[in-house]
């Protein structure tokens, strides 16, 4: 989805303009993680019935065990092997979940990455098909009106054959009609043979190609429901994945600090191994509220730079530095609410744009269908804003397109969020959210080589081009 690193214009300040947490912020937010042990983890609703990936595991449905029970256990050596071998089957239940799990998510979530490249591929056909189709169509009308013209010249000036007659006998509207009584006349003067030979070919065409573009509309049609059931399962499985995970950051460690106190030969007391997980559960808060608090305050710095921007535009009569401006090249504020509710959805220069380029492989997964999206170059952490007010239909690991995000907006245009770094999930699926909020943050996930936005309009359920987009609605990009 990225193209290749670029060379930025001057202002380095836009790129990396601080607007996200810094690597340390960054780490502790998301300490530890990697593209497959986050997979969707803003995604906690409840998975679809209906594709059948249940939330419930032998790791999920497990009964832990409680402090009392290690407790009971330290006094017995038989009781004391039994509990440790308990807690270890249960902590490699709980990995194998997660492993088994985001592994499905990562399969279905590329499966749902080609239905959609192989739905737009059938809407392209499909409207080509139907264009040549029209074209033949008018092409075949055009025909049979010039014999028509001059068989009407022919018939006026006396010089027509009498089955001329035939074809004058009443009023013919259609070219079809024309060209069928024509077909009927036995013998037509030879000035007009090669006419009629074209117009009837070109009727032949256009029937042809119109039933070649009604089955290659059922083809779109069809790829449409397939992108779509795609999409859902991928969602489902997302969710799956994130609730193991869940499971597994809620009980693991204090799995291992159990196990750790019931092999422990010294007389340290389980309380100090409960005050240990206390002491990294609130440690682990703390860094989650800190990372936030960064966000806000960075943002809240982006939007005064951004005031000040103005400011000197007005004080200079309407030029710009390039901050604001609508320079593809430049960089832009991001989150800012137009007047037609729509939002600039990163900071950043535009790195690549709509249309084809070469193939790009990263992290096991390649490009090569052509860039169907805007990709907005920022440092890693940046926030991403939602282009408008909407529900978040899909959030979670996606192939080629990384932690990937989708929402559909009031008017029923879809925007699509791709590339978002690992845990930088700040929104889930279902959610409702508001134009300009942030809901995730800038990484290098799936198909990228750098840490950038690649961002996505959907009308009808097919990629458009979102720069011409966004500036019919007062957004500068």
Known sequence: MNSPHQTPPARIDDVDCGCGPTPAEARRLWPSVSRRSLVGAAALGIVLSATGLGLASPALAAKYPTWDDVEKARRNQASKNAEIDRIETLIRSLTNDVDTKQAEADRLGQEYVLAQEAYEDAVERADAVQAEADAETARAAEAAAKLGALAAEQYRTGRSDPTLELFFSDTAAEADELLGRLGAIDKIADANRARYADAAGARDNARNLSNQAIVARNERDRRKGEAEQKMRTAQAAAQAAQAAL?????HRLTLEAQLDALRDTTASTLAGYQAGVEAERKRREEARRKAREAAARQAREEEQRRREEERRRRATGGKTSGASGASG?????????QSSGWVRPAHGWISSGFGTRGTICRNGYCTNRGHRGTDFASSCGSPIYAAAAGTVIFAGYSGAWGNYIKVQHRDGTITGYAHIIDGGYNVRYGQTVRAGQVIAFIGSTGASTGCHLHFEV????????????????GIAV
């Open 329 to 337: 090249n430049t960089g832009g504020s991001g989150g800012q609410v």
């Open 246 to 250: 869940d499971a597994q950051t809620e």
């Open 458 to 473: 959907y009308l009808s359920g097919v990629r458009v081009d979102p720069v011409p987009f966004l500036r019919a609605r």
